[in-house]
C-alpha cells in the first residue's frame, strides 16, 4: 500500500503546534548519524531550541518551513527555504535541513519536499538554490538524482555528530 503525502508551508504557529514531531524528527537524523549542524550527545532540550528559534525566523520572513504529512496528519519529514539574503543575492536562496523519520524514508518524502521547495521558492521570486550536504552521505547521491548540480567539495568542512571530520559538497540549481 503507498502512503499519500501531502506537504505544506509550516507557519510560526503551525511549527509551535507540531513542535513534539519536529523536535522527533530533529533528533532521529542526528542520532541516526545526519550531519546537520548537531553534536552528540542530542536531545529534546536542543531540539526544541532550535525549533523555536526557526519558528522566530519565519515569523520575521527569513525563511520558509515546509512539512510533508502522511494520510493521518502525521508529519514525517521537513525543509527549510532560507529567503533572506544579502541585498545583492536576492535573487537566491539556500536550502537547509531536509530532514525524514527514519520511519518513513524510501516512500519519495524528500523529493517531494524538494519539487515543493522549488514551487515555493519561484514563488518567492528566487532562481539559484543553494546547498550543502555531507561528502560521501546518501544525501549527496540523492541531490545529483534530483537535478542538482555539484559546485564542489570542500574537505575538512565540518564535524559529523560523533566527532569525525567530514567534507562537505556544495550544490547549486537553477530555477
Known amino acids: 500500500m503507498t502512503t499519500l503525502h501531502t506537504v505544506r508551508v509550516l507557519s510560526r504557529d ?16 542526528v542520532n541516526g548519524g545526519a550531519s546537520v549542524s548537531f553534536m ?29 504529512f502522511d494520510e493521518h ?25 531536509l530532514l525524514v523519520h527514519d520511519r518513513a524514508r524510501r516512500q519519495g518524502i524528500a523529493r517531494l519536499l524538494m519539487c515543493e521547495l522549488e514551487k515555493v521558492a519561484v514563488a518567492h521570486g528566487k532562481n539559484v ?24 567539495m570542500i574537505p575538512r568542512y565540518a564535524l559529523m555528530p560523533d566527532g569525525e571530520m567530514t567534507g562537505t559538497t556544495v550544490f547549486y540549481k537553477f530555477l
Request: charged share 20%; hydrophobic share 45%; net charge negative.
Open 73 to 97: 496528519e502525521q508529519l514525517q519529514g521537513t525543509v527549510q527555504l532560507i529567503i533572506d539574503q544579502p541585498e545583492n543575492q536576492n535573487h537566491r536562496a539556500d536550502v537547509a535541513k
Open 129 to 152: 538554490l543553494v546547498l550543502d550536504t555531507a561528502t560521501g552521505s546518501g544525501a549527496e547521491t540523492f541531490y545529483a538524482h534530483c537535478g542538482w548540480e555539484k559546485a564542489g
Open 14 to 29: 503551525a511549527i509551535l503546534a507540531h513542535l513534539d514531531p519536529l523536535c522527533d524528527i530533529l533528533e532521529n537524523s
Open 40 to 68: 552528540l550527545p542530542f536531545g529534546r532540550d536542543k531540539a526544541a531550541a532550535f525549533w523555536q528559534k526557526v519558528a522566530r525566523s519565519v515569523a520575521d520572513n527569513e525563511r520558509v518551513v515546509l512539512g510533508a
